[in-house]
């Protein structure tokens, strides 16, 4: 699942959906007109706002965007905008969904540089982990069985209840943005959106410590185990926890988590050269049968 959201603003509409819009729409949200596309003739996936009461300027929130492509998302925006002179992105999330592993294990060995916040929540949704928490740039990670069971969506029932699919979720906003040209969307491709997010290999103690250093080591790892990285990682300074972590533990050989980064990137690629993905069900073993070895 990569773009999952995405808006735009623009200072031209043509003419047929600005006339709906004053004809059909409703005033909502500092706009002067509200309509959904969606319900109209045009049967656009677009909720479209007009005339902003301050500004003037027009917004063009688009629904399940992940299903579209950008081949489809710039045939959408031509016809309603045209070809206005200046398309800027509002907002746009980045996602990927990581299935068979829950979000719990992964937010508990994934630490974010230089983020000044972080934040963990349970609800009725399920949980959810915020590994940067900022206006305009938040990286999130939920629970998407949770999610799709909390909204009663069909697609929950092909999922048991011990299975994991994990959203790790980018969401950029105003100065957030990179690129804020919608003609210059491609260049998502080239930018590591997750750059200092990274997995921790399931750690252990080093070997030749003293017994003193020893149990500084397990107490480390205990505190990890009950915290997270992210969380246990900003009770000291950048300097003191890169000397701890040095001094007292070692990585695993080998990690179960999947390089993140590549697969964002990848997951950005393709919805931008229109190949749209999906995360393969979970495989059902059939009553009488065994999964072969």
């Known amino acids: 699942m990569p773009c999952d959201k995405l808006v735009l603003l623009t200072p031209v509409i043509q003419s047929p959906f600005r006339e709906l819009a004053e004809e059909k729409g409703e005033r909502k949200a500092g706009y002067s007109r509200y309509l959904d596309l969606r319900n109209t003739l045009f049967e656009l996936p677009v909720r479209l706002y007009c005339g902003g009461i301050h500004n003037g300027i027009n917004k063009l929130q688009f629904d399940g965007v992940a299903h579209l492509g950008l081949k489809r998302t710039r045939e959408i925006v031509k016809m309603i905008c045209g070809n206005a002179p200046t398309i800027r992105i509002s907002r746009i999330d980045w996602c990927v969904d990581i299935l068979g592993i829950s979000v719990v294990d992964l937010a508990h060995y994934c630490r974010m540089k230089h983020a000044q916040s972080?934040?963990?929540?349970?609800?009725?949704?399920?949980?959810?982990?915020?590994?940067?928490?900022?206006?305009?740039?938040k990286i999130l990670m939920y629970d998407r069985v949770a999610c799709l069971r909390a909204i009663r969506d069909p697609l929950a029932k092909h999922y048991g209840l011990r299975d994991a699919l994990t959203r790790v979720e980018v969401q950029?906003?105003?100065?957030?943005?990179?690129?804020?040209?919608?003609?210059?969307?491609?260049?998502?491709?080239?930018?590591?959106?997750?750059?200092?997010?990274?997995?921790?290999?399931?750690?252990?103690?080093?070997?030749?410590?003293?017994?003193p250093e020893s149990l500084a080591a397990e107490g480390l790892l205990d505190k990890i185990e009950a915290y997270g990285l992210q969380a246990a990682s900003k009770m000291y300074s950048a300097q003191?926890?890169?000397?701890?972590?040095?001094?007292?533990l070692v990585p695993a050989s080998e990690s179960?988590?999947?390089?993140?980064?590549?697969?964002m990137r990848r997951t950005i690629r393709d919805w931008l050269e229109n190949r749209i993905r999906f995360p393969r069900l979970p495989e059902r073993v059939q009553p009488g049968k065994e999964r072969s070895s």
């Open 256 to 263: 179960k988590f999947p390089d993140l980064n590549r697969l």
């Open 172 to 211: 950029l906003r105003g100065k957030g943005i990179p690129f804020r040209n919608f003609q210059e969307i491609e260049r998502f491709a080239e930018t590591d959106l997750l750059s200092g997010l990274t997995i921790w290999k399931f750690g252990r103690k080093r070997e030749g410590l003293t017994v």
């Open 118 to 137: 972080c934040r963990f929540i349970k609800s009725r949704s399920g949980t959810s982990v915020y590994a940067r928490y900022s206006g305009p740039v």
């Open 240 to 248: 003191t926890w890169d000397y701890l972590s040095k001094k007292f």
